[in-house]
């Protein structure tokens, strides 16, 4: 079974600084997807940024950036110029490329982070 | 607009008393999917139904039922509710992986307490 850990439950940043956040997995598999999912207080799950494993260039979206570091199943979030709209919970999540139709996500346990004006 | 909504958002009930947790998605995607997210746990999931008529087990199944009638509706069941299934649950859905759709999109979340 797949784990992945989030060892910062909390954080916290300037308004406008750079954060990374840390994400860790588990696995045997060698082909699947890596994501970061923004919960802001509203609830709502938003899919940040995603990784294929088979990529070796990181994602990057905007302000958001990840380093996929596959050898040491690593797979941090940096957010940079941040904003306070980013504060929210902040979950790296883990999916199978392929599991026989229920390619489900295996969550962390978030990382709330506050961005501080 | 691509939307998945859940009814209702926000339920208090009491412990035995049955109820039902409805998803519906307009994508006219063959998979969805339930999830409870818990403080400390992250998100886990619950049942997951892979098209009309196929439903199975996720991680965290005891006390829950589903159905899949129809394509686009995909109701959660606790016939007899009890304060452990306190949580915010997600309903989700997505597209085939075949066509590189691999992300999940949510709905709202309904906040469930159980006294």
């Known amino acids: 079974a797949q784990t992945v850990t989030q060892s910062q439950p909390e954080m916290s940043v300037q308004e406008a600084e750079t954060v990374t956040l840390s994400c860790t997995y588990d696995t045997s598999e060698n082909n699947y997807y890596l994501f970061w999912y923004k919960q802001p207080p509203s609830r709502q799950m938003i899919l940040v940024i995603r990784q294929e494993a088979y990529k070796q260039q990181n994602a990057t979206e905007n302000r958001f950036s990840v380093n996929f570091q596959k050898a040491a199943k690593s797979f941090s979030l940096k957010i940079s110029d941040s904003q306070l709209g980013d504060t929210a919970m902040y979950f790296c999540a883990f999916m199978k490329h392929y599991d026989f139709g229920n390619e489900k996500l295996t969550f962390g346990t978030g990382t709330r982070l506050t961005i501080i004006p | 607009e691509a939307q998945v909504t859940q009814n209702p958002r926000y339920l208090i009930t009491v412990t035995g008393k049955k109820l039902t947790v409805t998803c519906s998605q307009n994508m006219n995607h063959e998979y969805m999917s339930w999830y409870r997210q818990d403080p400390g746990l992250g998100l886990r999931q619950i049942y997951y139904?892979?098209?009309?008529?196929?439903?199975d087990k996720g991680d965290v199944p005891e006390g829950y039922k589903v159905s899949r009638k129809e394509k686009r509706n995909f109701p959660l069941i606790l016939e007899s509710p009890s304060p452990n299934q306190t949580s915010l649950y997600f309903c989700?859905?997505?597209?085939?992986?075949?066509?590189?759709?691999?992300?999940?999109?949510f709905g709202p979340g309904t906040r469930l307490t159980v006294l």
């Open positions: 139904s892979m098209n009309v008529e196929v439903t």
């Open positions: 989700a859905t997505r597209g085939r992986l075949t066509r590189g759709d691999p992300e999940l999109l």
